[in-house]
Structures are given as C-alpha cells and as structure tokens.
C-alpha cells in the first residue's frame, strides 16, 4: 500500500508563488511515474504536470513556462512550483503515483488528500 501526503497549498495573492511537496511512503519496489492534478469546482481533474523515472517531464498547456515539476527520488518526493498564479489556478490539486507494490510487483495507481490552492487578492 503506497500513502501519498501532500502539503503547500493556502492562499496566494495573483502573481505570487507557492511550492507544493508529495511524499510518497509504504512498501513499493518501484515509483514510476509522479504528477500533480488539480480540480475546480463543478470542472474534471485534469492533468497539471507529470514526471517519471529520471527527469521525462509534461505539462498541460495553461501552465507551461509558470510551473515546474521535479521529483527527489531519494525522498520518493514530488514537488510542483507554481510562479504567476492567476484566478484560473484556483483549484485542489491532487498527487497522483503509479509503480509497483513491493510484494508481488502488481501495479498501482495511488492518490493523495488533495490540498487547495486559492489564488486571491
């Protein structure tokens, strides 16, 4: 079983920046692929960036050149800085990892809590 907790999200005022960090934690034998997706009320979960194994990174269009993902493999972290927030950022974001479980080597596709990011003035 893989536990992803998040934490970073709060109030921001539009332009400002905010880190948000995932920990992934339990028994897996790998961590392929980490990402962040965030969801507006009444709107679907959509997919903000993504990063697997090494450094393979993608990015949904609306938030190309502001944020960036990157992951610490040793920590089994992920991390997603978001600079130029804007109202349209507004949203809970949610961390995403898929790999493998440690035991049998069956895949798994885990998420977090969710954290909120409001972007206010």
């Known amino acids: 079983q893989v536990q992803l907790v998040e934490s970073g999200g709060g109030l921001v005022q539009p332009g400002g920046s905010l880190r948000l960090s995932c920990a992934a934690s339990g028994s897996f034998f790998s961590l392929n692929a980490m990402a962040w997706y965030r969801q507006a009320p009444g709107k679907q979960r959509d997919l903000v960036a993504s990063?697997?194994?090494?450094?393979?990174?993608n990015y949904a269009d609306s938030v190309k050149g502001r944020f960036t993902i990157s992951r610490d493999n040793a920590k089994n972290t992920v991390y997603l800085q978001m600079n130029s927030l804007n109202a349209e950022d507004t949203a809970v974001y949610y961390c995403?990892?898929?790999?493998?479980?440690?035991?049998?080597?069956?895949?798994?596709?885990?998420w977090g809590q969710g954290t909120q990011v409001t972007v206010s003035s």
């Open positions: 995403n990892a898929v790999g493998h479980d440690a035991v049998w080597r069956r895949p798994f596709n885990s």
């Open positions: 990063i697997i194994s090494g450094s393979n990174t």
